[in-house]
């Protein structure tokens, strides 16, 4: 698959969605440092802590929803931490 379909094929996350994709990236940006309820639910909580991470990533765009690029950039950042 290439680099393209992938970030096609992605779904992304925003403000009051939930489901398993949520629960992944909670559990990811608390890895990273972020102190989020493992819920599986998009809060507002959930979204200043995604503006946060994006503001500390030059090329990303803060905008609390986390597309490819965003889930890409906080698995890359969490991988380095464990």
């Not at 398993?20 to 909670?26: D, G, H, L, N």
């Amino acid at each position: 698959m290439k680099k393209e379909e992938v970030n096609m094929s992605f779904q992304a996350l925003s403000m009051g969605e939930s489901g398993t994709m949520v629960y992944i990236a909670q559990k990811i940006l608390n890895t990273i440092g972020y102190e989020l309820k493992e819920d599986g639910i998009f809060s507002l909580h959930m979204e200043k802590a995604v503006k946060s991470f994006q503001s500390t990533i030059d090329r990303l765009v803060v905008d609390g929803v986390i597309g490819y690029e965003t889930m890409k950039e906080m698995d890359e950042v969490a991988s380095s931490i464990v």
